[in-house]
């Protein structure tokens, strides 16, 4: 069983920068998609970013192209979004999530776990 727990949402002005941390325990990480999705108030959760289980392949939505970096550190079994310029559209409650598939890709039906979400609230 793969245990996913966010850290470092925050309250943020736009234009700021959070980094965000899912560090994950129970099993090893190393050979697991991981992905960032998110949910605004009154909105449907979407996707953000993913990488594949090597991290060389990386998706973003296009809302946050740019912007939002994915990454992983194996030997901590974490993986961060690195959020720049952001914008008060970006406030919501950010997930991570992992694929034992190891594609990382958009879809929700992918991810097997998910953490119990991190909340990011941007100013104007």
């Known amino acids: 069983q793969v245990q996913l727990v966010e850290s470092g949402g925050g309250l943020v002005q736009a234009g700021g920068s959070l980094r965000l941390s899912c560090e994950a325990s129970?099993?090893?990480?190393?050979?697991?998609?991981l992905g960032w999705f998110r949910q605004a108030p009154g909105k449907e959760r979407e996707f953000v970013a993913a990488?594949?289980?090597?991290?060389?392949?990386?998706a973003y939505a296009d809302s946050v192209k740019g912007r939002f970096t994915i990454s992983r550190d194996g030997a901590k079994n974490t993986v961060y979004l690195q959020m720049n310029s952001l914008k008060p559209e970006d406030t919501a409650v950010y997930y991570c999530?992992?694929?034992?598939w190891g594609i990382g890709g958009a879809r929700e039906g992918l991810y097997d776990y998910w953490g119990q979400g991190t909340q990011v609230t941007v100013s104007s």
């Open positions: 999530a992992a694929d034992h």
């Open positions: 129970g099993r090893t990480f190393s050979n697991y998609g």
């Open positions: 990488l594949d289980w090597s991290g060389s392949r990386t």
